[in-house]
């Protein structure tokens, strides 16, 4: 497994090093690339039945990171989900993106996303998911993006990866608790140890941050802004994201997680309170719209609603029922998708009122969007029939008031389904051919073949559905609950209420489809409605924070570089004067047997006549030669006492001081100027109370005699661990080697930040 | 700004203060000296080259622009530090070659590190003082 996840990596980046012509004709066989792996997991289909596949690789096993993975039921159904829809997705997108100027780009990231997909699904440490999780994030804020030049789109990437990227950090947040609750990162040692996790008082806290990073990746109100907007991405990257991966990513851990947070602090109310609440709004808002993605958006955060919901419920019906769900949605999802991505690459539009008649030269299309949208109905006998009745049957059976008044919901939310896939499906290959429609283009076979394929697949699947609920859908209750249970699928169900339910869906789904017109009307006034949404708020928050920033900006950044010292040094008095308030009382200590000599005297005596010179000069070269004269009494001191190191370093710093002064004196006024009293008294005033902390500071050191330890220890230890014997030396390069690592780091930082700064200046 | 007294001393002093921020920079494990040093009496040197002559002179020197040895010198650091890792030990172990050399001592990763110091405090401060030269001689 850890194998497959390196391929799709290394293929993402190798695809990166081709040029434009070779690419174009190796990545016509891309699409093989996730039907291998979608062979390989299939044939790993036995073994996942009888239990779960695992594999592990050490990676910093001191802090329990492993890049450890599992194939269980639950990961085995989304495996086959990324690498079967991924094989039609790489198919389609062969002739969809061609003659697009990044094509090659776009399958290294479109492999690079199905690769962190994977791994996300597959990971049993936590930190590893994490990590992928994020990947995901991080890949599709690239594939939302991909027509950067258009400015929607990368604000749509910027929005997806702000919500599914911060989401993930808080979920870090939540695997850290875990990891530390239960003693290790390994999902499987989790599962086992949750009477540990149950008992903890860190539990409401762990399922929180878990719902903050499932609900952000999976669109949950009230953070589903985001999937709309995403679907700036390119067709075949929509279809992708919707059906198969990324907003699964949610669903996929809360499943994961659902047999030990099951019945502990309000997981099963807030769940189904949520999904719920997402459900119905994504169902509402999906018939008001009229481009058909965006129809087809709403219709997934709905999908999405609902197997939150189904998680909420947790009883073992629902569990199955979420497994048939994800399928089915997954398949008439990505066929609905790629139709309509079919439709807009000849029609030019995906607007529903500008589209009608397509049947009469598109029949083949027609016929896969009437499969999908008859799967997404849910009408007999495709595949979609069996996952909504077991979801109405999970709830039915558990006769429960509270859960009828949420079937009531769901039914609800259906009809509008219905009509959405309809809406989606059919409605633009009905009716009559818009007049200002331009000549059809031709449609190739490339984007015909995956919808028709899932459409078939969809309705084959219906017809014999034992064989996907034994091998797919049973797994993934058996890897959830660690039982085994009975099939439960029937293509014909008696006349009990669950049935007629089912088709009174259908009827009034149907109902509102015929009677229900589609116009801007109604989606202007739904976009009125929507003023005070969490896209506003989040909005008006950042505009907040940017406003906020501006103003610290040109608070403290105002360009007078005496300004910026002066910042500077008031902070750190600050911060100085309140640890000496808090951390210690200031000890005078003479220190004893010390006396000025004659030469020390002379020399400090040069270095006072020097800062009076600098502060008092009328011309700034006199100034500079004074201050580099300060600087060379300071030299000699070093030397008084004994440090040479120190000496030759402030020496050879204070030479390039001057000659830096010298360099910058022309561009600067002749004389300095002092005719400002107020700020002379404010900088004297600075100057002097920093002055005086450093004297406290400095006195303090020879105070505290405790320090000496750590010089005695570099003294003693430097020829032995270092085999060095100037202790300043192996101090820099050894013992505290990382620091002056860092520092050299910064002076490049420092250097290059010079010269760009000046260049950019000069190009002006 | 060009005297003849100052050009001529810089032709000497040139070549002689590398030598001897090479010098300082090689013996800094064992006397006064090391990286730091070395690299700020190398800069000096060659700046005061350039202040005699003109500062391109120093570029016609070099033969390369001095920002070339910031990451040159970064990555001779880091190597140093990582080096350990391919040993079995953890990074920034000092690693020594047996046997010893007059002024050096003993070679090992100390050294090296040292050497990339050197070469990033040259880069850093040529290339603050070349972009702050040229810019006046735009002006």
Known sequence: ?764 | MTTLILKTAATYLMPLLLLFSVFILLRGHYLPGGGFIGGLIASIALVVYGYANRIDRIKQFLRFHPGILIPVGASLSTLAAVLPLFFNQPVMTGLWLSGSYPIIGSIGTALLFDIGVYFVVVGATLTIIFSIAEENVKI
């Open chain 1, 1 to 764: 497994m850890l194998t497959a996840i390196i391929i799709c990596f290394g293929l993402a980046f190798f695809f990166f090093l081709f040029n434009k012509d070779f690419g174009e004709r190796i990545l016509k066989w891309s699409p093989l690339l996730p039907a291998s792996l979608l062979i390989y997991f299939l044939s790993k289909g036995n073994e996942v039945r009888q239990g779960a596949l695992q594999e592990f690789t050490p990676w910093v096993p001191e802090m329990g990171i492993n890049l450890s993975f599992k194939l269980d039921g639950l990961s085995f159904l989304f495996t086959l989900l990324i690498c079967g829809i991924g094989t039609l997705v790489y198919f389609y997108s062969v002739n969809y993106m061609k003659n697009h100027p990044h094509f090659i780009r776009f399958f290294s990231f479109l492999t690079l996303f199905m690769g962190s997909m994977l791994g996300l699904v597959l990971s049993d440490n936590l930190i590893t998911l994490f990590i992928f999780w994020e990947l995901t994030s991080i890949s599709s804020f690239f594939l939302i993006g991909f027509n950067h030049q258009d400015k929607n789109a990368r604000k749509s990437a910027i929005t997806a990866l702000a919500i599914t990227g911060g989401g993930g950090l808080l979920l870090l947040v939540g695997f850290v608790i875990l990891g530390i609750i239960a003693g290790s990162y390994e999902l499987s040692v989790l599962i086992e140890s949750g009477d540990l996790i149950a008992e903890s008082i860190y539990l409401p806290i762990v399922i929180l941050l878990l719902f903050a990073g499932a609900f952000t990746k999976s669109a949950q109100l009230p953070f589903h802004f985001w999937l709309p907007d995403a679907m700036r991405a390119p067709t075949p990257i929509s279809t992708y994201l919707h059906s198969a991966t990324m907003v699964k990513a949610g669903v996929y851990l809360l499943a994961r997680f659902s047999p030990i947070m099951d019945g502990e602090f309000y997981w099963n109310e807030i769940l189904i309170i949520v999904g719920g609440t997402t459900m119905i709004y994504g169902a509402v808002n999906s018939i008001f719209k009229t481009d058909l993605k965006a129809i087809l958006a709403y219709t997934t955060i709905s999908a999405l609603g609902t197997m939150m919901l189904l998680i909420g419920i947790g009883t073992p019906a629902a569990l199955l029922a979420l497994a048939a769900f994800i399928i089915v949605h997954a398949l008439y999802k990505a066929g609905l998708f790629l139709v309509t991505g079919a439709i807009d690459k000849t029609e030019k539009t995906r607007d529903l009122l500008a589209l009608g008649g397509l049947m009469k030269h598109r029949k083949l299309l027609f016929a896969a969007g009437l499969l999908a949208a008859v799967s997404g109905a849910g009408l007999i006998p495709s595949l979609g029939y069996h996952g909504k009745h077991l979801i109405y049957e999970s709830l039915y059976n558990e006769h429960s008031s509270f859960l009828m008044v949420i079937l009531g919901l769901v039914f609800l939310a259906n009809i509008f389904i219905v009509c959405a896939s309809f809406l989606a499906g059919v409605k633009p290959f009905t009716g009559k051919i818009i007049a200002e429609q331009k000549p059809v283009n031709p449609l190739s076979m490339f984007l015909l073949i995956p919808p028709l394929l899932l459409g078939v697949g969809g309705l084959i699947a219906g017809v014999f559905p034992a064989f996907i609920e034994k091998n797919v859908v049973l797994p993934v209750y058996q890897s959830l609950s660690g039982k085994s249970i009975d099939p439960a699928f029937h293509l014909l169900h008696g006349l009990d209420f669950v049935s007629i339910l089912s088709w009174l869906t259908i009827i009034f789904g149907l109902i509102l489809y015929f009677f229900f017109k589609p116009s801007l009307h109604y989606q202007n006034t739904l976009n009125h409605l929507s003023k005070v949404s969490s896209r506003n708020l989040l909005k008006e928050l950042i505009d907040l924070v940017k406003k906020l920033f501006s103003t610290l900006t040109h608070l403290l950044q105002n360009g007078y570089l005496r300004y910026y010292t002066a910042v500077i040094l008031v902070f750190l008095i600050i911060l100085i004067v309140f640890r000496m308030y808090t951390g210690f009382g200031i000890g005078f200590q003479a220190v004893e047997g010390t006396s000025i000599r004659f030469i020390e005297g002379v020399t400090i005596f040069m270095m006072v006549v020097s800062i009076v010179m600098t502060l008092y000069t009328d011309s700034r070269v006199v100034s500079v030669v004074a201050l580099g004269g300060l600087g060379l009494g300071m030299c000699l001191l070093y030397l008084f006492f004994s440090a040479p190191d120190l000496a030759m370093t402030q020496f050879a710093i204070d030479t390039l001081t001057v000659v830096l002064f010298v360099l910058l004196l022309r561009n600067l006024p002749l004389y300095l100027n002092k005719v400002d009293r107020r700020l002379n008294i404010k900088d004297i005033m600075i100057s002097g109370i920093f002055g005086a902390i450093i004297t406290l500071i400095t006195l303090e050191v020879i105070a505290v005699q405790s320090s000496r330890e750590i010089s005695q220890f570099y003294a003693e230890n430097a020829y032995l661990l270092a085999k060095g014997k100037n202790i300043v030396n192996v101090i820099l390069v050894d013992f505290r080697g990382a620091d002056t690592l860092v520092e050299i780091i910064v002076l490049a930082v420092a250097g290059l930040g010079v010269f760009s700064l000046i260049k950019l200046k000069m190009n002006d």
